[in-house]
């Protein structure tokens, strides 16, 4: 049993919090990746990428991702903010905030058959005539400003122990296709895009990007020293793996200046 965590709420003190929290229900200490919280990076696109590369390390282990990213200015569409959903693969179940591109990467290896959508108010209110939480609990949770602290790990926990939570079908088409763009930078500098090689148009052995013409290499090994490239990387799940943007013996980030959520096609 494994629980991680994909958060934009990053510093030490939301560290500490969120893992107390998880590890005074569970009894597990959990894996914290963290995002950028910069207000202009799409760091929901980073954590779509995230949240491929947990499940394939899961390897079909029986485990929880809660995943808490969600793009900045669409707080007219929801009431309190986008809402969590959760999806099962395999053995992981996969708890997330459902708005921007956050879902897209999953939607496009074809993991979730489909999206069980909260509502914090239903939920809590079911809860509380159910007797598992008391109106005063069921009243601070509706109306918290932190409900990745104080809901998140909480539903979490009563869906593990298998208690009823109400819940709606969110439409997969509202998950939006994921678009040709770079979700990370690790680092060695290289980039991670959330392009596969059949994505790819390879002509005579290279690729035309918004970076200019390059040459594509299965490995990162057949790329000459100081080259600019595109090679099948390490991140991905099963025989699906994305595409990264290399420079061999050198740093990819140093050499285009790119950050998440640029174009790569």
Not at 19 to 45: C, E, K, M, N, Q
Not at 160 to 169: A, F, K, L, V
Not at 188 to 205: A, P, Q, R
Request: hydrophobic share 35%.
């Amino acid at each position: 049993m494994f629980i991680t965590v994909i958060t934009d709420c990053s510093c030490p003190n939301a560290y500490g919090r969120q893992s107390t929290r998880i590890s005074a229900l569970f009894g597990i200490t959990p894996t914290f990746v963290g995002t950028s919280s910069d207000l202009d990076s799409p760091s929901h696109i980073e954590a779509s990428g995230h949240i491929i590369d947990m499940l394939d390390a899961a390897d079909g282990t029986d485990g929880i991702i809660l995943s808490n990213v969600a793009p900045r200015g669409t707080k007219g569409r929801w009431e309190n903010g986008t809402p969590f959903g959760y999806f099962d693969y395999e053995g992981t179940r996969v708890i997330s905030t459902v708005d921007g591109e956050v879902l897209s990467l999953a939607k496009k290896f074809g993991l979730i058959p489909k999206v069980n959508l909260f509502d914090i108010p239903t939920v809590m209110n079911h809860l509380a005539q159910s007797g598992i939480v008391s109106s005063e609990r069921a009243e601070s949770v509706i109306h918290t400003q932190f409900r990745s602290f104080n809901f998140l790990p909480r539903v979490a926990h009563w869906l593990y122990n298998n208690i009823e939570i109400p819940t709606t079908e969110y439409n997969l088409s509202e998950i939006p296709e994921i678009e040709p763009v770079i979700w990370y930078h690790d680092n060695f500098g290289n980039y991670k895009t959330t392009l596969l090689k059949e994505d790819l148009n390879i002509v005579d052995g290279r690729v035309e990007t918004k970076f200019g013409s390059l040459p594509f290499h299965e490995k990162l090994t057949n790329v000459p020293n100081g080259q600019a490239a595109l090679t099948i990387g390490s991140s991905g799940l099963g025989d699906k793996r994305f595409v990264e943007l290399v420079v061999q013996k050198g740093r990819a980030t140093d050499h285009f200046k790119a950050k998440i959520g640029d174009y790569i096609l």
